[in-house]
Nanobody, 124 residues
Framework: QVQLVESGGGLVQAGGSLRLSCEAS????????LGWFRQTPGTEREFAAG????????YYADSVKGRFSISIDNAKNTVYLQMNNLKPEDTAVYYC?????????????????WGQGTQVTVAP
C-alpha cells in the first residue's frame, strides 16, 4: 500500500497560481501511475492530470490543459501539480492518487490509493 499526503492548497485570486505537492511513502516502487483529481460536493471525482512513472508521459483533462503541469521528483517521492491562471471553476478538493498497474489514467476507479485531499479555492 502507498500512503499519499497532499499539501499546498489554499485561497487564491482568479489568475493566480498554486503548486500542490503529494508525498508518497510505503510501497512507492509499486506505483505505475500517479494522478491528480478534483472533487466538488455532490459530484464524482474528476480527472485533472496524470503521469506514468515508467515513461514520464503526462496526461491532462481538456479543462486544465495549458494551465496545469504535473511533474515528479523521484528523489523526494513527490508529485507536483503546478496550477497557473486559476479560475473560480477550479475550486475543489484536490486528491492525489496512485495506481499499481497500467489502467486508464483518467478513471478514478482504477486508482488503488488516495490522499486525504487539499482544498483549493479560487476567488473571482
Amino acid at each position: 500500500q502507498v500512503q499519499l499526503v497532499e499539501s499546498g492548497g489554499g485561497l487564491v485570486q482568479a489568475g493566480g497560481s498554486l503548486r500542490l505537492s503529494c508525498e508518497a511513502s510505503g510501497r512507492t516502487f509499486s506505483s505505475a501511475v500517479l494522478g491528480w483529481f478534483r472533487q466538488t460536493p455532490g459530484t464524482e471525482r474528476e480527472f485533472a492530470a496524470g503521469i506514468k512513472l515508467s515513461t514520464g508521459s503526462t496526461y491532462y483533462a481538456d479543462s486544465v490543459k495549458g494551465r496545469f503541469s504535473i511533474s515528479i521528483d523521484n528523489a523526494k517521492n513527490t508529485v507536483y501539480l503546478q496550477m497557473n491562471n486559476l479560475k473560480p471553476e477550479d475550486t475543489a478538493v484536490y486528491y492525489c492518487g496512485a495506481m499499481t498497474s497500467i489502467r486508464p489514467v483518467s478513471n478514478y476507479r482504477a486508482y488503488d490509493s488516495w490522499g486525504q485531499g487539499t482544498q483549493v479555492t479560487v476567488a473571482p
